[in-house]
């Protein structure tokens, strides 16, 4: 069955950096664009950012665009997101995501991102 695994949260400092990682199993990972989505408190869950199955395609909301990066290693079928420059309004639960855009299918625990000085 489909595994969606994160990992890489952790409480940092406004202006800090993270690196988020979510392995995947129980499909043909190499070819689905994979997504990150995002549940702050209280609030619903909010899309992140998209990557194409080969990389080079990839797609993100205003809030988050030039701070954060998603990448993808197709070789050990994670995705990874990588978070510079985080502002108290990044605080969330992480998730990863199967496919392209707001409407990709979560299905792991998320992990959790606290951004407070």
């Known amino acids: 069955q489909v595994q969606l695994v994160e990992s890489g949260g952790d409480v940092v400092q406004p202006g800090g950096s993270l690196r988020l990682s979510c392995a995947a199993s129980g499909f043909d990972f190499s070819g689905t664009a994979m997504s990150w989505l995002r549940q702050p408190p209280g609030k619903g869950l909010e899309w992140v950012s998209s990557?194409?199955?080969?990389?080079?395609?990839?797609h993100y909301p205003a809030s988050v665009k030039g701070r954060f990066t998603i990448s993808r290693d197709n070789a050990v079928n994670e995705i990874y997101l990588q978070m510079n420059d985080l502002k108290p309004e990044d605080t969330a639960v992480y998730y990863c995501?199967?496919?392209?855009?707001?409407?990709?299918?979560?299905g792991g625990p998320g992990t959790q991102v606290t951004v407070s000085s």
């Open positions: 990557i194409g199955v080969y990389s080079h395609a990839t």
């Open positions: 995501a199967q496919g392209w855009g707001p409407a990709s299918s979560t």
